[in-house]
């Protein structure tokens, strides 16, 4: 169980690395995203994951049967795919909004927000 | 409830203003009121926590490594009511700012939610929860950056979301395998189950990845690049919230999970941390030396001033831990004072680029006044607020025999004094180049200046009566690094 999450983790981890590295801001929000999955996949690793029983108290009882799957990382990870759920819906439409403003995805021509180039040696002046 | 005041206050107050946000003048005076009740509870909060020592809550019916735990000491007090002073001053100033745009209605609730997303980051005492409160932190500054609609905040908040987004990641990864090897996410748990070799050994590594995941928040040579990319985006008065606080805060939050809780952490890591922190210090006042923008100059030096914080990490003893949490508070004042003045300076005088104003000296004498006293704080002339921090560290790292470092930030201080002086020179001494601009430009409100002078105020007593300061620091920091025993 344990090889085979971190197999997919470290190929999680690669693609996620190999889009987050485009210059397109769609594949970049999209790597980030993937990237986000495997952290969620590594903090159910570091829970030692491995038992199939549940991690509930049955009636009667005061506390879960021995061996049941840890709760915790169970726990933590659904805060965290929660956050990162939000986060992804947030930049998804920043993505959109840039690109429908800019009428193009590369992230290396979004200077809006940085002065013009005109002198080599000076900072040029801004306008705004 | 003493010590969840200061978070719970400005959550519900983020909440109510959501509610009202159609009705301006209401959402106003809930603001304000949040602000004046957060300062309060704040300020009890200290006063307790000075009478009585640490303060703890324990959340969630389970016994106390287990449970959600919220603590306040002295650093944390400290931090806390300096946050809830700039957040007062924050809300005074936002009241009455106009720079042409429309208001936002969802803007009073964006920015009690950063107030309390950092009360809760101080306050945490568990690494999940604070996890948590850094995400809350990165998702209401990423709102202060869009909630303009301007297509160049969106670019900002764009480049700012995607190196912070990484950074966040690399956070949870490292508590996730904090937790793995040491089997506890709580703080004084984890100290404990790091005294033992097999689990030291293992927390090396994620400790690591956690001091980057911080670096990156902390905005750190060669990571802090998001930051002059976005911060002069925003309008005046949420710049100086968020430039004043979001770095800050990261590097707290390091030093206390250094200092406090992975105390085995090699020396070798702290080494590298010490000559980043150099790098930084240089790089980020070279920054500032190019530029002409207001705003981008007092953004490198943010970065710039971090490397202090860092340096008092990297120097790991009590005594530079005390240092570093002064620094820190100095700096969340002063930066923010800073950039409200220049936000008043471009009002009066039309323009942030140096060169296309001036001769504000003669027109606004008090509010050049209060920039000598932020300038000369920012530069660490005596007896301001910055010398008493720079003085601190300087005086710890030639103690600890690390003359270089001592020597590149006494070096540092030079720099920012060039800075300062040019901002200084070119704003308010020379004559304007175009008078008629400076003639036709609006009138400052009062209340911009109430927010000033009140954060002016403060910076005059940290420098001038800096000792029960230093002294609360030194008697909260006592314990930092200790391997003897436990807490």
Known sequence: MSVVLMLSIALIVTAGVLLMLSRDSVRLIVGLAVLGSAANLVVFYAGRPGSLLPAVIVAGADRIAPGAANPLPQALVLTAIVISFALLCFSLVLGAYLSRQSGHEDVDRMRDAEPKATDPVKPPEIDD | ?487
């Not at chain 2, 996890?131 to 160049?152: K, P, S």
């Not at chain 2, 925003?234 to 939050?253: N, R």
């Open chain 2, 1 to 487: 409830m003493l010590v969840l005041g200061p978070l719970l206050i400005p959550l519900a107050t983020a909440v109510l203003c959501a509610l009202l946000s159609g009705r301006r003048k209401l959402n106003m005076v809930v603001s304000l009121a949040g602000s004046v009740l957060l300062l309060g509870s704040a300020t009890a909060l200290l006063v307790n926590v000075i009478q009585h020592g640490r303060h703890s809550v324990a959340l969630g019916d389970w016994p106390l490594p287990y449970a959600i735990e919220f603590a306040a000491d002295g650093l944390s007090a400290a931090m806390i009511l300096v946050t809830a002073l700039l957040g007062m001053a924050t809300t005074l100033y936002q009241a009455s700012w106009n720079d042409g745009t429309a208001p936002q209605a969802a803007l009073p609730s964006l920015m009690h939610g950063l107030l309390a997303s950092a009360m809760a980051t101080y306050l945490a005492a568990d690494l999940f929860n604070l996890y948590v409160w850094l995400e809350l932190m990165f998702i209401t500054t990423l709102g202060t950056l869009v909630v303009g609609g301007q297509q160049r905040q969106a670019e900002a908040a764009f480049k700012y979301f995607a190196i912070n987004m990484l950074g966040t990641l690399l956070l949870l990864a490292a508590v996730a395998l904090i937790y793995g090897v040491s089997g506890h996410l709580n703080f004084a748990a984890i100290r404990e189950a790091a005294q033992r070799p097999e689990v030291a050994a293992g927390l090396t590594v994620y400790t690591g990845l956690l001091v980057l995941a911080f670096l990156v928040k902390a905005g750190v040579f060669p990571l802090f690049f998001w930051l002059p990319a976005s911060y002069h985006t925003l309008p005046a008065p949420l710049l100086a919230l968020v430039g004043g606080l979001l770095t800050k805060v990261a590097a707290y939050v390091l030093l206390r999970l250094l200092g406090e809780v992975f105390i085995t952490t090699p020396g070798s890591l702290l080494d590298a941390l010490g000559w980043l922190a150099m790098v930084t210090m240089v790089v980020g006042v070279l920054g500032a030396a190019y530029h002409w923008d207001l705003r981008r100059i007092l953004a490198f030096h943010i970065v710039s001033q971090i490397g202090y914080l860092l340096f008092g990490i990297a120097l790991a003893s009590p005594a530079a831990a005390a240092a570093s949490t002064y620094f820190a508070l100095h700096n969340i004042l002063v930066k923010s004072n800073l950039f409200f003045i220049a936000g008043i300076m471009c009002a009066s005088a039309g323009h942030y680029d140096l060169r296309r104003i001036g001769g504000l000296y003669l027109r606004q004498p008090l509010l050049a006044l209060l920039f000598l006293v932020s300038a000369l704080s920012l530069v660490g002339v005596p007896p301001s607020s910055g010398f008493w921090g720079k003085f601190m560290l300087i005086r710890e790292a030639f103690g600890q025999r690390h003359y270089i470092w001592g020597g590149i930030a006494l070096a540092v201080g030079l720099l920012t004094l060039y800075s300062m002086s040019k901002i200084w020179l070119e704003g308010f001494w020379k004559p304007h180049p175009k008078p008629d601009e400076l003639s036709a430009a609006r009138r400052v409100p009062l209340s911009a200046y109430a927010a000033v002078v009140m954060l002016s105020g403060a910076i005059l007593v940290l420098g001038l009566f800096p000792e029960p300061f230093i002294h609360l620091m030194l008697s909260s920091t006592a314990d930092f690094w200790n391997r003897g025993g436990a807490s």
